[in-house]
């Protein structure tokens, strides 16, 4: 690929490759004191909070720091014996099912540290059972609710709600409680009231044609905001005039009283363009510099990543004690900064291997640079290793 320079800096590629070896050179004859060393104790903070599950909590405040801690070394990369250097606690509190440790970070926001007590998933069903048997009564549960799975890395607690349409057909409808590490229910897709389907397939099928859904129809039973309904729909591919005549298409009616709860109309969708497609996000951007060898700069390199043919993304990436570090938005002082089509990173990130696809696939139209540190400082920052890795 041969990378476009943008003007300031390095003019070239080749101009490029002349001043690393003239680096190499000073370094050689003992000139590296010429420039700044990089910083090599940057912080950079991507997460405001951090979630630690435990099987038991500590129970005095001394063994709650030091496994928050322990953590806080462990995710930022921060020397154990230097995170008191780098984050000062601020406020401690405990509850019986998790303690909250607020930390000031050094140039950085707030960091919040939860130690928190697994919810098993015995104990995350018998909370589950109890909020149902109060919400819909011990007989409706028992008669309709079928409990499936526990999953422990959100706390949601699965069941199968059972009815019987007329005759020997039966229904099958998810549903869920989500559990907060206090035991609290902080989500839920359940019926909201006791409620049986009196609405049977062709009374729901025939209402929605007398209401102007056009035949072909299908219909299925649906749960939504906490009642039952009939979801009655058109059998139809749309075209442009029934999205100019936002055209009727469905019904949904409530299966116990048949009132339509919902009236489903085409909608012309939102117009696109190439700058509206779904950002490129932080964490493409991170699985792609990982894949160029970025980790291998120094800590304290600092470079902004601008996004084009897209949403105008910018983000800005840090070496942070090891750590890659990539965060949304501007910074005032980069090392360097790179362009970086929006469709060549997709397919990049798409292909067995990134590298080789750049290698084969980029070009001055996709990729474009502009250097704002020194040469030296660039090289000591391990730029050059990255240039090296780079096709050119």
């Known amino acids: 690929m041969h990378l476009l320079i943008e003007p300031g800096s390095w ?157 020997d057909e039966l229904v099958l409808l998810p549903l869920w409680i989500q559990l907060s590490y206090e035991r609290t229910v902080t989500g839920r897709q359940v019926v909201i009231a006791p409620q049986e389907i009196a609405v049977t397939r062709a009374q729901a099928e025939e209402l929605a044609r007398l209401q102007g859904v056009p035949d072909p129809v299908s219909s299925s039973l649906i749960l939504k905001n906490g009642s039952i309904c009939w979801r009655v729909l058109w059998q139809h591919t ?71 043919n897209s949403s105008q993304e910018v983000f800005t990436v840090t070496m942070s004690f090891g750590r890659l570090v990539v965060q949304q938005g501007t910074t005032d002082d980069p090392d360097i900064t790179l362009w970086l089509d929006r469709t060549l990173i997709l397919q990049a990130l798409q292909a067995d291997d990134s590298l080789a696809y750049l290698q084969q696939h980029a070009s001055g139209r996709t990729v474009r640079v502009a250097l704002h540190a020194n040469p030296v400082v660039l090289q000591k920052k391990g730029y050059m290793r990255l240039y090296e890795r780079l096709p050119h």
């Open 11 to 167: 003019k070239s590629p080749r101009r490029l490759a002349f001043i690393a070896a003239a680096g190499l050179a000073l370094i050689a004859l003992g000139l590296w004191f010429s420039a700044p060393a990089p910083g090599s104790d940057t912080l950079v903070l991507d997460a405001a909070t951090m979630t630690v599950v435990l099987d038991e909590l500590p129970a005095m405040e001394a063994a709650a720091i030091a496994r928050a801690e322990a953590e806080i070394s462990t995710v930022t990369g921060v020397p154990a014996s230097a995170v008191d250097r780098y984050f000062t606690l601020r406020t401690s509190s405990r509850t019986q099912y998790q303690w909250q440790l607020v930390y000031n970070g050094s140039n950085n926001p707030d960091l919040t540290v939860w130690l928190v007590l697994r919810i098993t998933a015995e104990e995350g069903f018998a909370i589950a059972d109890e909020y149902l048997k109060n919400l819909l009564g011990t007989a409706y549960v028992s008669a309709h609710v079928t409990p499936e799975r526990f999953d422990a890395a959100t706390n949601t607690v699965h069941y199968a709600g059972t009815y019987s349409l007329h005759g």
């Open 238 to 308: 749309p075209i442009a005039e029934d999205y100019d005549l936002q055209r009727l298409y469905g019904l949904e009616i409530h299966a116990t009283t048949g009132d339509v709860l919902t009236t489903l109309r085409y909608k012309q969708p939102a117009s696109s363009s190439s700058t509206s497609s779904t950002p490129i996000t932080a964490a493409q951007i991170t699985a792609l510099l990982a894949d160029l060898g970025v980790p291998e700069l120094a800590d304290g390199a600092r470079f902004e990543v601008r996004v084009f």
